[in-house]
């Protein structure tokens, strides 16, 4: 996983440029970057590990010469977070220079091979084999865009790879089952894992497909598409589309953290995300209600979004679903339940790779695939008979906050749909819910001003506490599930999220007086067999925090401590508004011990391997 740039510009050096758009990418990995330019026939690269302002600040990226170059930021898979392996990587001569985004499956036949014709390795990536492979290539095919085309077609795996030579003149980028867009500018043109690194300098994009080759110069970006033999077809001129994205709304727009902008812009998300025509949700429902099972895929965050839609669904729509996580898909799914399963893989991103091979499985076993993303153009639309898109805009803190919300908001829309089509609703009924869930964005904006300060108080007295339980019952487990996720990943602070019922049958063994365990507690149908949850783990001298209704004066005064917060409009819709300040305690939490919540460490904002 990691974060590729190549640009062409017509003049000027392009250094800097390149060093500012891997910024932008850096969520995609940061354990090591690198640049690589061509100036008057030579090849100048500046690579090392860290994070991209550090390296600058010691080797300065900016002097680096000529008006072409790639760049990348590194998310280690194959070889440690190094100078050797940080990217870009070169041929023997230095005459190639390669970023990549992938895994190449059998680099290692790869690399035995060059290396029995005389091909000299410098890293332990899979990744070095491809310049060592356009170089073989180079020998007897007349151009840079063929010999790539020639190499690509010997891969296994996942790529997406911009390749640079010494003429300076020409980038070739392509793409298969990782991400890769290409940005028309006036000063030039650009090819990069997202948007956001090209933004400042161009709104006019377009998503490659698998399997296409683009040749890039400062004023053009030809495509063409390979087949399984290496040959290259022209593919006509595609229109590119304009997205809407400002570079504010890609950068943290005055708040420290990209976590704390995003918790922040939930409200905007979630009203945008409320306004998903009712078409689209009908005829999404509609395939879903043809279907005999309907199965969730997702993993960690929007596996907790899914577990919740299990309860609306099952609530509203009088449909049970089946939640699997990603990473077990295909292993879960016997090859006979294809047939008459609609499965909704919900996935911000589009790329997480176990969500992907088990949507790829399911669809191969003929079962419909619907999907739920915050990404136009990722992997996962290309995989979907059917997408709805969320409306978070870019979530670039690695911690996901906002994009959760616009899934409870889709799932939450899509079970009143649904509900309408099985009779579990009346027409009216479906309006009142509807009517309750477009409440939420003005509530969770209430919660946000209210709470903030208080959380953050919270968080400081606990700041000594290394261990945390976080229970719940019925929908609000998910809740505490994902409470728990967001204090481990970006505090480092063990936490276990737990149903509060179950808590009994082995956690409660680790309960000891000053043990803080946070309830998840809304006015809902769990609330009094959760109070008998919350007695004994006080008994044991556990510290007591309640997320509850402001109303609920009985639990605030069983609690140490209580955050009160507003009544809700409907009870099934409770992980939107109770999860705010979870990942507010989070965020604090994260802060207060010094660690940036943004860039939490082994983690990657899309996981792009197995
Ligand atoms: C947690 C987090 C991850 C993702 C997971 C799935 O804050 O961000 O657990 O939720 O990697 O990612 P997507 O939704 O992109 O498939």
Partial sequence: MCGIIGAVHMKGNIASILRQSLKRLEYRGYDSSGIATVSEGTLFIKKDKGKIDDIHHRLNFDTLPGSIGIGHTRWATHGPPSKVNAHPHTDCQKRIAVVHNGIIENYQELREQLQANGHRFESQTDTEVIPHMIE???????????AVAETITQLEGSYAIVVLGTNGKELVCARKESPLVIGLGTQGVYCASDVPAFLPMTRKTIVLEDHEVVHLTSNSALMSRIDDTGS???????EPTVVKWTIDMAQKGGYPHFMLKEIHEQPRALSDTLRIRKNDLEAFAEVLHNHKNILTIAAGTSFHA???AKYMFSHIADRLIHGVIASEGSDTVA????KDTAVLAVTQSGETIDTLHAVKHLKNQGATILTITNTVGSSITRMADSVLYTQAGPEIGVAATKTYATQLATLASLSISLGTMTGAQTDKESQELFMALNQFPNLIQAVIRNQESQIKETAQQYITKSNFFFLGRGISTSTAMEGALKIKEIAYVHAEGYPAGESKHGPIALVEPGFPIIFVAPNDNTRRHLESNV???????????SICSATDQRLIDLSHHAIPLPELPSKF?????YVIPLQLLAYYAAILRGHDPDQPRNLA???TVL
Wanted: no cysteine; charged share 20%.
């Fill in 335 to 338: 090859e006979s339940l294809g």
């Fill in 573 to 577: 819709f409770s992980p939107i508004s």
């Fill in 605 to 607: 904002k899309s996981v």
């Fill in 535 to 545: 007695m004994e783990m006080k008994a044991r001298g556990a510290q007591i925090i």
């Fill in 232 to 238: 290259l077809a022209p593919l006509p001129i595609r």
């Fill in 136 to 146: 073989e290539a180079l020998s007897h095919t007349p151009t840079l865009k063929e």
């Fill in 306 to 308: 899914t577990m919740a």
